[in-house]
């Protein structure tokens, strides 16, 4: 059964600093791993997705990698501001485009001005 | 494209009543998934479907729980008998491959907070 983890469950950063989530998932045969971010109370947006082929992927000041053999990923957040103050959620795809996502428990980042 | 919606937004019940939750994808989405997320826990999938045919239940969806999606547009997630620990946010997402590459793209809706009082 795969699962994801995700370190730490919490951050708290003053604004300016540069950053790194983590996540790692157990089964290393995924199809694609994708970062999310989720305000309170509210849904999911989409932020980086990351082919299994693939390295890493960037927007803006978002750079995600991904290491498949070892099950493992990052998000690395450059330049961080107070509006970077969510949950970041990873979540790996099983074995195809369509399959579940299963998720981690997500990293709550606060970022203080 | 007005994204993927959800209603309603919020949904207060007693225990033993039943609820109805609807969502509605993005138009040309033929892939429509169940989530539940409970405080500080990342989404756990329920079901998806592929247009109206329900292709997965996770072990979570008990039998209290039904989703259905007619015609390959609009779906519901009905519950039945809610008990306390059915308390969550009900998400609901789409997505739909977009090219030869397997690109595809996921989209949320706002979910449904359930309280089961």
């Known amino acids: 059964k795969q699962e994801v983890t995700q370190i730490p469950a919490a951050l708290s950063v003053p604004e300016g600093e540069n950053l790194v989530l983590n996540c790692s998932f157990t089964?290393?045969?995924?199809?694609?791993l994708q970062w999310f971010r989720q305000d309170p109370g509210k849904g999911l947006t989409s932020l980086l997705l990351i082919q299994s082929s693939q390295r890493e992927q960037t927007s803006g000041r978002l750079n995600a990698s991904l290491d498949k053999s070892s099950g493992r990923s990052t998000l690395y957040i450059a330049a961080s501001q107070p509006g970077d103050s969510a949950t970041y959620l990873c979540?790996?795809?099983?074995?195809?485009?369509?399959?579940?996502?299963?998720f981690g428990k997500g990293t709550r980042l606060s970022v203080i001005a | 494209d007005t994204g993927v919606s959800q209603d309603p937004r919020h949904k207060i019940t007693k225990r033993g009543q039943n609820v109805t939750f609807r969502c509605d994808p993005i138009s040309e989405h033929n892939r429509l998934y169940w989530y539940r997320q409970t405080l500080g826990q990342g989404p756990e999938f329920l079901t998806y479907?592929?247009?109206?045919?329900?292709?997965?239940k996770s072990r979570l969806l008990s039998d209290r729980f039904s989703a259905e999606r007619p015609k390959g547009s609009f779906s519901t997630l009905e519950i039945q008998r809610t008990e306390q620990g059915d308390s969550a946010m009900y998400l609901c997402?789409?997505?739909?491959?977009?090219?030869?590459?397997?690109?595809?793209?996921?989209?949320f809706g706002p979910g449904t907070r359930l309280l089961v009082l």
């Open positions: 479907f592929q247009n109206e045919a329900q292709l997965e």
């Open positions: 089964d290393s045969a995924i199809y694609n």
């Open positions: 979540a790996v795809r099983r074995y195809s485009w369509d399959t579940p996502l299963v």
């Open positions: 997402a789409s997505n739909v491959i977009l090219d030869h590459t397997g690109q595809e793209t996921q989209y």
